[in-house]
Nanobody, 123 residues
Framework: QVQLVESGGGLVQAGGPLRLSCAAS????????MGWFRRAPGKGREFVAV????????SYAETVKGRFTISRDNAKNTVSLQMNSLKPEDTAVYYC????????????????WGQGTQVTVSS
C-alpha cells in the first residue's frame, strides 16, 4: 500500500510557474514508477508526465513538453512537477500516481492515487 499526498496547487497568472509536490508513504518508494495526471473541467483524466522508478526515464504529454519537468527524490520519497509558462488550458486538478511497473504511460496501470491538487491559470 502506498499513500500519496499532493501539494503546491493554487492560482497563477498565465506565463507563470508553479511547482507541485507529492509525498509518498508506505512501501519502498523507489520501486514505483511515478506519474502525474490531470483532469480539466468537463474532461477525463489525462496523462501529463511519468518518471521511472530509478529516475532515469522521463516522458511527457505533447501538450506540456518543454514546459513541465518531472523529478523524484527516492531518499525523501517525493516526486515533483515543475510547471513553467503555464497556460489557461493547464487549469485542472493534478493527481500524483504510483505504478507497480517501473515505467508506464497507461492510466490503468497506476494502482495508487493521491486526492489531487487544484491548479488554476488565469489569463
Amino acid at each position: 500500500q502506498v499513500q500519496l499526498v499532493e501539494s503546491g496547487g493554487g492560482l497563477v497568472q498565465a506565463g507563470g510557474p508553479l511547482r507541485l509536490s507529492c509525498a509518498a508513504s508506505g512501501r519502498p518508494f523507489s520501486r514505483y514508477g511515478m506519474g502525474w495526471f490531470r483532469r480539466a473541467p468537463g474532461k477525463g483524466r489525462e496523462f501529463v508526465a511519468v518518471i521511472s522508478s530509478s529516475g532515469g526515464i522521463r516522458s511527457y504529454a505533447e501538450t506540456v513538453k518543454g514546459r513541465f519537468t518531472i523529478s523524484r527524490d527516492n531518499a525523501k520519497n517525493t516526486v515533483s512537477l515543475q510547471m513553467n509558462s503555464l497556460k489557461p488550458e493547464d487549469t485542472a486538478v493534478y493527481y500524483c500516481a504510483a505504478s507497480l511497473l517501473q515505467w508506464t504511460l497507461t492510466r490503468g496501470e497506476y494502482a495508487y492515487w493521491g486526492q489531487g491538487t487544484q491548479v488554476t491559470v488565469s489569463s
